[in-house]
C-alpha cells in the first residue's frame, strides 16, 4: 500500500471514511461496522477501537490525536 497525502483541517475528523493518523506515524480508517463503528489500523491491519457511535469512538481514541489527513491509497 502506498498513501499520498494532503492536509486538510476539519472541524470533526471522527467521520465515517476520514483517514487519520497520530503523532507515532500510525494511520487509521474510521469504518461504519455491523456493532457501530470502528478504527482501523492500517499499518498492522488490524481493529485499534471500537464505539456503539461516533462520539464513544472517540472518546475511547484519546491516544490518536486525531489529525485528518486527505489521503490517497495505492493498492499494487
Request: aromatic share 12%; net charge negative.
Amino acid at each position: 500500500m502506498k498513501f499520498k497525502f494532503k492536509n486538510n483541517e476539519i472541524d470533526n475528523v471522527y467521520q465515517v471514511g476520514n483517514v487519520i493518523t497520530d503523532i507515532y506515524g500510525g494511520i487509521y480508517l474510521i469504518v461504519k461496522s455491523s456493532e457501530g463503528y470502528e478504527v482501523i489500523n492500517l499499518i498492522e491491519s488490524s481493529v485499534y477501537a471500537t464505539g456503539k457511535n461516533l462520539e464513544e469512538l472517540q472518546a475511547t481514541c484519546d491516544s490518536v490525536t486525531g489529525v485528518f489527513k486527505n489521503t490517497e491509497l495505492f493498492i499494487s
